[in-house]
């Protein structure tokens, strides 16, 4: 004997179509070419976003490494660090950190999230 399928929880009838998050490879790609506006957009929609869901700090990072604002890259990669985010393991080969490669602070985090 078959069972109905289970009604669908009324929540999930309200979450909104589309991706989980605002793709932050978007910001990052329009940031290097300049269209720093873009990129600001991108960032403005992950932090609404953030105040319903979760977005990594790592993908924000991503955006703001576009922009070139390094400080605040290694804000964020340090909270992603506290946020024990599983990209985290793909620093050294990671194409897009290429320009923040040569900085201590890089090879310091490098070395805290333990692949050195």
């Known amino acids: 004997m078959t069972r109905p399928a289970p009604k669908v929880h009324p929540r999930a009838r309200q979450r909104p179509p589309g991706p989980v998050h605002p ?6 790609a329009v940031a290097t070419v300049g269209e720093t506006d873009k ?3 991108v960032l403005n929609r992950l932090e609404a976003f ?4 979760y977005v990594p700090s790592y ?3 991503r955006v703001h490494l576009g922009l070139g604002d390094i400080e605040r890259v290694f ?3 340090d909270k992603a660090l506290d946020e024990r985010y ?3 393991a793909y620093l050294n080969v990671e194409p897009m950190f290429d320009v923040i ?3 201590a602070r890089f090879k310091e985090l490098v070395r805290r999230v333990g692949l050195k």
């Open 23 to 28: 793709p932050p490879q978007a910001g990052w």
């Open 39 to 41: 990129a600001n957009e």
């Open 50 to 53: 953030a105040k319903s869901r």
């Open 59 to 61: 993908l924000v990072a």
């Open 75 to 77: 804000e964020l990669l």
């Open 86 to 88: 599983g990209y985290l």
């Open 101 to 103: 490669r040569g900085n």
